[in-house]
């Protein structure tokens, strides 16, 4: 086993707008688009001072030296009906929160930093708990972060070990991960039909979550289970324990239970840009599948943030992803564009987006895992609007991206039959909100929530590489160059 963010600000609200608390993302994207068709975004007053500041949301050293002392504790109780003050309020926070996000991009700093002080004001006067409150705060933390943090910016800390956590329950809070990891699975499965020999190699292991199930599958398959090859990659244990090992190790009991012959390889890397194929021990025998749920993104930084100027880590890892020569690719990736250059434009697209992401989660989700899950998105707006260079990792694409990015780089798409459709819908039956939906498209699947896409999920298969890729690409010993 291998370790490896001024005038009347009454004119804001001058067109009444009501809103629905369940039907958040709709709200949002009413008002977004108003301010597009605007040609200009209303100044604000740097002068709120009848409000009091509300400082929970804004957790980081560098608040205490910014905000003022809190007077008052925010709301968390739901509340039974929307008040007036609540609607206007709530109205008040989307506009401050574009213009704040249009300060920044013009590098005002100092008038941005004015209005998240104001925000965080406005806050007292709206239920943090659900709706508008609880989005705006955590984008007020986000753009708090980027223009007060020492060093222009920065995430929220954590370790390895609590994100795993975070995600745990983010993945039992709502469908999305088990979505990702039942369309994975029924590809696979799919894809290993008529092979003794099968080696499964998984960018992200965390706690082997997505496996039990297709163990269970092979076990059940037709004609005997083929031999099972796993390995999993993950972050190397912060306190020495090989968990890597431990996660394999519970897996081998669950295969033995269910006479799957199996065996388990774990690669310890912080970064996945870190794994060599030679790392994977991969078998010219073996059937492979590379499966990577929500981890490609990670690689998008682009060649001019390297004062080397060398490719964007995605280029070599489908190079190498290439070169074993995999039966199928399955990936997951967020529905989404929040790796645009312009600023303003990535902070209006991931506001829509986490606000549908959260209307989802208060329709279905419980305590605690809801409450967890919260944080697990927290982080991922944190990451989206305060970093920037090498530190902003969630860089999400649409699916449009996927495919001319794969292709390039010598991927055909698989097509995701009706049995991958028929697994998602039946997932969405264990969940009491009515609001998801699993659409096909182009033979990859989306799962959203009302009108609007949230993850895709699609597989691929790797062209030999003597295939041409693409007049203006070329593969040089299993790399895109």
């Known amino acids: 086993m291998l370790n490896s963010p001024s005038q009347h600000l009454s004119l804001l609200a001058s067109d ?3 809103y629905n608390p369940s039907d958040l993302s709709t709200w949002v994207d009413s008002l977004l688009s108003e301010l597009n068709q605007s040609q200009s975004l209303p ?5 709120l001072s009848d409000l009091v500041s509300n400082p929970t949301a804004l957790d980081g050293s560098w608040m205490d ?20 003050v609540e609607e206007d309020s709530g109205i008040r926070l989307v506009h401050m929160l574009m213009t704040c996000a249009e300060y920044v991009q013009r590098g005002e700093l100092s008038l941005a930093g004015s209005l998240i002080q104001d925000m965080q004001s406005l806050l007292t006067r709206v239920n943090t708990g659900c709706g508008i409150g609880k989005v705006a705060g955590c984008f007020i933390d986000a753009l708090g972060r980027r223009v007060f943090a020492a060093g222009g910016g920065g995430g929220i800390p ?11 329950h983010f993945y039992e809070a709502c469908p999305y991960l088990k979505f990702a990891h039942f369309t994975a699975n029924q590809a696979i499965l799919e894809a290993f039909d008529g092979h003794d020999c099968v080696h499964v190699v998984d960018f992200n292991l965390m706690h082997g979550l997505q496996w039990p199930a297709l163990i269970q599958a092979l076990a059940l398959r037709p004609g005997g289970p083929p031999t099972l090859r796993l390995t999993g990659i ?10 890597l090992r431990e996660i394999g190790l519970r897996l081998a009991e669950l295969a033995r239970s269910v006479n799957v012959r199996f065996a388990f390889r774990g690669v310890a890397a912080s970064r996945l840009e870190d794994v060599k194929p030679w790392m994977l021990q991969v078998n010219p025998k073996e059937a492979v599948a590379v499966n990577s749920i929500m981890q490609l993104h990670k690689l998008l930084a682009g060649p001019g943030l390297d004062p080397a100027h060398r490719p964007a880590p995605i280029e070599a890892v489908l190079g190498w992803i290439r070169s074993l020569n995999p039966k199928i690719v399955t990936v997951v990736e967020h529905e989404a564009d929040h790796n645009q250059p312009g600023f303003l434009d990535r902070f209006t697209e991931s506001l829509y987006y986490y606000s549908t992401m959260f209307d989802s989660l208060d329709a279905c989700a419980l305590q605690p895992e809801k409450a967890l899950a919260e944080v697990y998105i927290q982080r991922e707006i944190c990451n989206v609007v305060s970093c920037e260079g090498s530190a902003r990792l969630e860089r999400h694409e649409p699916l449009a991206r ?3 990015r794969l292709g390039r780089a010598g991927f055909r798409p698989l097509h995701l039959g009706s049995n991958a459709f028929k697994q998602a819908s039946m997932l969405l039956t264990l969940f009491s909100a009515e609001g998801y939906c699993v659409e096909e498209n182009e033979g990859c699947l989306t799962l959203g ?4 896409p949230l993850i895709a999920a699609s597989a691929w298969h790797a062209l030999p590489e003597t295939a041409a890729v693409s007049p203006d690409v070329a593969v040089v010993g299993g790399a895109v160059m």
């Open 16 to 18: 009444a707008v009501l």
């Open 43 to 47: 100044s604000l007053p740097s002068d």
């Open 65 to 84: 030296q910014q905000l003022p002392p809190p007077t008052a504790a925010i709301h968390n109780q739901q509340p039974s009906q929307l008040t007036v």
């Open 158 to 168: 954590g370790s390895a070990y609590e994100t795993e956590i975070l995600y745990h």
């Open 234 to 243: 993950g972050p190397p244990s912060p306190d020495g324990r090989d968990s």
């Open 402 to 404: 996927w495919r001319e």
């Open 449 to 452: 929530w009302h009108s609007r």
